[in-house]
């Protein structure tokens, strides 16, 4: 049985960081996994703009420009990385995901 007194005085994490990738790769999944979080990011932008939209009939001129930037970083990427899923050559990733919670 869970004790909901030990849960609600639990002390409250303000901060933590997740490692997302750490790994060398070929350039084919260097790509096909950036591209994965890139696009993912981009739809829940898209999905936020929208949200914003039907709620208040304004688009969220944040998750506009962040998609904007989240594209060009994409072709950047596509760029960059395009030339070696041909030549063999490996790409070292490495990315961390930092949280911290905020006072509304």
Do not use: C, W
């Not at 949200?51 to 760029?79: F, G, N, P, W």
């Amino acid at each position: 049985m869970i004790d909901i007194n030990r849960i609600a005085t639990r002390p409250r994490i303000e901060s933590t960081e997740a490692i997302l990738a750490d790994a060398t790769l070929s350039g084919r999944d260097a790509q096909d996994l950036s591209l994965a979080i890139l696009n993912a990011t981009i739809e829940f932008y898209k999905i936020q703009s929208l949200r914003s939209a039907v709620r208040t009939d304004v688009h969220d001129s944040h998750a506009e420009a962040r998609i904007e930037q989240l594209k060009a970083e994409r072709a950047r990427i596509i760029q960059t990385l395009g030339g070696t899923k041909d030549a063999g050559e490996r790409v070292r990733m490495s990315g961390n995901l930092s949280l911290s919670v905020e006072a509304r």
